[in-house]
């Protein structure tokens, strides 16, 4: 994997806002500065600033992505329950239809995700920053 150079700081978050930092320990996003910035680079679109839980770790893992094992090669530390990571916004809309869901950071949670789930369905899961 190759890192990716980060995008300008000046993308919006889904409430039309500067986007803030969603989490630096661990260090997350597509570009791991901390932010869920994107780019037409991230195909999987790593949006959505969640704080994951152990249902979600283990509905991940069940869906094929184990997010709990570090892959240090990858610059991934590995996930625990409370940890805030920018989450692939396909795979929090399919977490949340089946009842999986964690919570979301909506100030940190990049505008791209409205193209996969409306602002109304994350004001539900929202907590604050």
């Known amino acids: 994997m190759t890192k990716a150079t980060s995008p300008a700081s000046n993308q919006k978050n889904v409430l039309g806002t500067t986007l803030v930092p ?25 949006t959505v ?19 709990s094992t570090p892959h240090p090669q990858f610059g991934f530390p590995g996930l625990r329950a409370g940890d805030r990571w920018c989450l692939c916004a396909a795979r929090w809309v399919e977490a ?28 539900r899961y929202a907590i604050p920053g």
């Open 22 to 46: 969603c989490s630096t320990k661990p260090m997350t996003g597509f570009f791991r500065d901390g932010c869920c910035n994107t780019t037409s680079a991230d195909l999987g679109a790593h």
């Open 96 to 123: 949340m239809e089946a009842g999986h869901a964690p919570r979301v950071v909506l100030e940190s949670t990049n505008v791209r995700t409205l193209e996969y789930v409306p602002l109304a369905v994350l004001q």
């Open 49 to 67: 600033c969640a704080e994951v839980t152990e249902d979600f770790l283990r509905f991940s893992a069940d869906a094929g992505n184990d997010l």
